[in-house]
Nanobody, 117 residues
Framework: QVQLVESGGGLVQAGGSLRLSCAVS????????MGWYRQAPGKQRELVAT???????NYVDSVKGRFTISRDNAKNTVYLQMNSLKPEDTAIYYC???????????WGQGTQVTVSS
């Protein structure tokens, strides 16, 4: 089955930047869309950003102007450039891929992002 492997997380001070990567492997077809989710301790997982195969992007309001999602279709890889990080961005970040009208029903291991104040 399709595998999702996230990387790039770490510990950063408020105001800093990180770039996350997610490789989608074992995929015969290119996903219609790719996205980043995050889950903070004690909170539900939320959708942070998506990018469609044509390049159209969407962001949750809390990250607009600070995060940029992009994808390399040839590599089936999606990126999340995170700037001006805030402590409230602290979470485990997961990627997912959409085929047809459905996102995959499982997740990779995620990558931890911790922003200190």
């Amino acid at each position: 089955q399709v595998q999702l492997v996230e990387s790039g997380g770490g510990l950063v001070q408020a105001g800093g930047s990180l770039r996350l990567s997610c490789a989608v492997s074992r995929s015969i077809f290119s996903p219609n869309a790719m996205g980043w989710y995050r889950q903070a301790p004690g909170k539900q997982r939320e959708l942070v950003a998506t990018v469609a195969s044509g390049g159209i992007t969407n962001y949750v309001d809390s990250v607009k102007g600070r995060f940029t999602i992009s994808r390399d279709n040839a590599k089936n890889t999606v990126y999340l450039q995170m700037n001006s990080l805030k402590p409230e961005d602290t979470a485990i970040y997961y990627c997912n891929a959409k085929y047809g009208s459905s996102w995959l029903g499982y997740w990779g291991q995620g990558t931890q992002v911790t922003v200190s104040s």
